[in-house]
């Protein structure tokens, strides 16, 4: 049995119904109990974005709206362009269907784990706001132990997870597909921009993602809607196609394809965490540098990355693919995506648009990545671990574009998937919090409730 038949098992395994239903279940349950608010809260939380949090009391190291554009730096990457593709090819369009509905939970889930974030975080000894799940988890719940496991999984997912191999290698392989531009020449680049900004610590990272997530997601949605409007009359079949799918895979795609609805499921909601990390417990390390004293509102602000990365830009690439019929071709990983781009345009300027996206999108998840790791590091080994981290870190960046693609995605589900394990049961334990948390501040919103220490926005 070769090493990859051996993680494969070990992926099935740790996605099998177990960790489906603990995600699922903590999204559905928190959704019920915080009356769908992320349905409700949502125009609020897209408001707080251009607001200004009023009073200036405010504790945290960057503003609310960079610690958002640092978690979306890091959840807006391969996970949108390569992963959607490599989850259709999988388990057919269906599982488009599920992507959605566990980034629809996933928003409570999201706002949960931040709330928590801003609620248990604590300066650390260099004066820098620290926090995530290892401290709501020690704090909150008592369980010091759960919490070290937690940064240990966060520790190898930042190594060779999310944050670097499946990023570099789309990078490199991309530019060499598009461009012709060797792979090693693009790894060593790469590898010395990282090292470059990530030395800055999270304020570089928050001021480098502040500029570059929002302006190279509407350039992906806005060539998306383009692809979209050109071929108008194929959306209805497409999302006809993604429903069926989800449910009957056999009788929508056929049979001989060999696609199954568990199938569709189980790769729809393992690429649909990959890209939005809803219940891995990431966020949160990057909600708490926010400056807030609100809980609540933070947890809203974060709630609305879930929204952009999942319904929004994977949404983009899901129906491209399914439109342009890109999804049954041979090819894999940015290949199929910058076919289907290129389909939909009918010229080479969608590959190419796709190809810068994925440079932008896959550098600054690097580099969100490596401050997630970061943390993690430093709450087990503490400051005197930093240089090491990063020395590790830039060092597995140049590795990743020689690792092959399918084994790159095993071993990133792999880890991604334990590290959701400790912080989900967090979130169950400290559910109680969540809910009084959220009722409490409301209820001052309605009241236009402000004391000396903070102010709350006025109802609109």
């Not at 959704?31 to 769908?36: N, R």
């Not at 190809?355 to 999108?361: A, I, K, Y």
């Not at 071993?411 to 109680?432: H, K, S």
């Amino acid at each position: 049995m070769s090493l990859q038949d051996i993680l494969s098992s070990i992926n099935s395994f740790i996605w099998g119904p177990p960790l489906l239903i603990l995600l699922s279940g903590t999204g559905l349950y928190l959704t019920v109990k915080l009356g769908l608010i992320q349905i409700f809260q949502l125009p609020r939380a897209l408001s707080y974005l251009f607001k200004k949090e009023q009073g200036n009391s405010q504790k945290g190291d960057v503003s609310a709206f960079a610690a958002l554009c640092t978690a979306l730096s890091a959840t807006i990457g391969t996970g949108n362009i390569v992963g959607v593709a490599t989850a259709v090819q999988a388990g057919g369009p269906g599982a488009i269907f599920w992507m959605w509905l566990i980034a629809l939970f996933g928003m409570a889930t999201k706002y949960a784990e931040c709330l928590l974030a801003v609620k248990y975080r604590v300066r650390d000894k260099e004066g820098f706001m620290a926090g995530g799940p290892m401290y709501y988890i020690e704090r909150g719940l008592g369980l010091k132990w759960l919490a070290k496991l937690f940064a240990l999984f966060g520790v190898l997912v930042a190594f060779f997870g999310i944050g670097t191999f499946p990023q570099i290698n789309a990078i490199t392989h991309a530019m060499n597909d598009t461009f012709n531009v060797p792979i090693a020449l693009t790894a060593s680049i790469m590898t010395v921009l990282v090292a470059l900004i990530i030395l800055g610590g999270v304020k570089r990272i928050a001021l480098v993602s502040s500029y570059i997530v929002p302006f190279m997601a509407v350039l992906y949605v806005a060539t998306s809607l383009i692809i979209l409007i050109i071929n108008i009359d194929k959306i209805p079949g497409a999302l006809t196609l993604i429903i069926h799918s989800a449910f009957a895979p056999e009788s929508a795609i056929g049979g001989a394809l060999g696609f199954t609805v568990m199938k569709a499921i189980q790769n729809g909601v393992a690429r649909g965490i990959f890209s939005n990390e809803s219940g891995l417990g990431s966020a949160p390390i990057a909600a708490a540098a926010a400056q807030t004293k609100e809980p609540v509102r933070q947890g809203l602000i974060s709630m609305v990355g879930t929204f952009l990365d999942t319904i929004i830009v994977c949404s983009m690439t899901g129906l491209v693919l399914v439109i342009t019929e890109a999804w049954q071709s041979a090819m894999k990983g940015a290949e199929v995506t910058n076919y289907a781009f290129s389909q939909g345009l009918g010229n080479e300027i969608g590959a190419t648009i796709v190809t810068v996206g994925l440079l932008f999108f896959a550098f600054t998840t690097i580099l969100g990545w490596c401050y997630y790791g970061e943390r993690c590091f430093v709450y087990l080994v503490g400051i005197k671990g930093i240089k090491i981290y990063r020395s590790f870190f830039i060092l597995l960046v140049g590795c990743g574009a020689f690792i092959h693609l399918d084994l790159i995605w095993i071993l990133a589900d792999i880890v991604n998937g334990l590290m959701a394990f400790p912080n989900l049961i967090a979130l169950i334990g400290l559910r109680q919090v969540i809910i009084s948390e959220t009722k409490d501040y409301f209820a001052r919103l309605k009241n236009n409730v402000v004391d000396e220490d903070e102010q709350v926005l006025s109802a609109q």
